[in-house]
């Protein structure tokens, strides 16, 4: 699976759009926490907690992305972009998303 944030892949052929899509994840707070867990505020956390907590929630977001590409049969991604908020209580609980166009890469072209 090619990922790029440019609309187009160099020396590639995009043979067809898919669609556009998204995927999120959250941690921190209620919406981040397994059932039973105690929530924890994400403006409790230390800066290293917090980049390590992020890195984390975004590999999350992108591992959904890819699930949602392969199931559209895509082989890449194009006009990737990932955003984050903070929602819940407080701003307590973070979001990640991330967004981009699925496509199917003519590897035949070459």
């Given amino acids: 699976m090619v990922f790029t944030t440019t609309h187009s892949i160099e020396g590639e052929r995009i043979a067809k759009y898919k669609?556009?899509?998204?995927?999120?994840?959250?941690?921190?707070g209620r919406l981040g926490c397994a059932p039973g867990e105690e929530p924890v505020s994400v403006n409790s956390l230390t800066e290293e907690e917090f980049h390590k907590l992020y890195v984390e929630t975004q590999k999350k977001a992108f591992d959904r992305l890819v699930a949602e590409a392969e199931r559209l049969k895509a082989n890449a991604v194009i006009g990737v972009?990932?955003?984050?908020?903070?929602?819940?209580?407080?701003?307590?609980?973070?979001?990640?998303?991330?967004?981009g166009t699925a496509v199917m890469v003519d590897v035949s072209y070459y």
Avoid: N, Q, R, Y
């Fill in 19 to 28: 669609k556009i899509i998204s995927e999120a994840a959250a941690a921190g």
């Fill in 81 to 99: 972009t990932t955003d984050h908020s903070f929602t819940g209580p407080d701003d307590e609980t973070l979001l990640v998303t991330v967004t």
